[in-house]
């Protein structure tokens, strides 16, 4: 079962990596600096709680949130996130609740990367394009504050709530694929 929660939990963190890169891993320094008995980090994870390293990410969570926000400058900063961000969510699903003591490491690192990475792609090559070209800009701000907050929620719940999070994550992906069978029957009838 641990383990199965270790999965739920990494699965969780690097998702929300793919919405903005250093919030999972804040939460996963602070907590197992803070919060031993509810996540201890594993070599060379352990890192991550380190003060000067915590001090750091908390500098790049402001820098990509005042980044995001800005017309035209959000879109660069995608693009500059396009490699920060599955790499994060690699470094988040393998550090994350013991994971990497029971999965491979690589296939943990390919995980976290594949899930950030999907997450990233449909946010900047799908919603945000449209939220931009729909609002002439004006919802990129409200859009971003939101992205923020469900990134911060969900590194949260990954870890005090694995297991609702992983049932999240079930109805999230059986909504998309529903979703996605109703477009292409429909671009089938057309």
């Not at 270790?6 to 919060?35: C, E, K, W």
């Not at 709680?49 to 500098?59: D, E, H, K, Q, R």
């Not at 500059?80 to 943990?108: C, E, H, M, W, Y």
């Not at 990475?117 to 609002?135: D, E, L, M």
Request: aromatic share 6%; proline share 5%.
């Amino acid at each position: 079962m641990d383990l199965l929660l270790g999965v739920f939990s990494a699965f969780g963190l690097s998702a929300s990596a793919g919405l903005n890169a250093y919030i999972p891993l804040l939460v996963v320094g602070v907590v197992d600096h803070y919060f031993p008995s509810l996540l201890n980090l594993n070599e060379p994870w352990d890192l991550i709680a380190n003060p000067y390293i915590l001090t750091l990410l908390g500098i790049l969570v402001i820098i990509e949130m005042l980044a995001d926000k800005v017309p035209a400058v959000n879109h660069i900063n995608d693009a500059i996130q396009t490699f920060v961000r599955p790499a994060a969510g690699a470094v988040a699903f393998a550090a994350s609740a013991k994971v990497i003591t029971d999965i491979n490491p690589v296939l943990a690192l390919a995980c976290g990367l594949l899930i950030a990475g999907s997450v990233h792609a449909v946010k900047s090559a799908a919603v945000r394009p449209a939220v931009t070209a729909v609002t002439a800009g004006a919802g990129n701000i409200p859009v971003s504050i939101a992205e923020d907050i469900v990134s911060t929620v969900v590194s949260i719940m990954a870890l005090v709530l694995p297991l609702v999070m992983g049932i999240i994550l079930i109805i999230v992906l059986s909504l998309v694929l529903l979703w996605w069978w109703q477009r292409q029957d429909k671009a089938q009838t057309a």
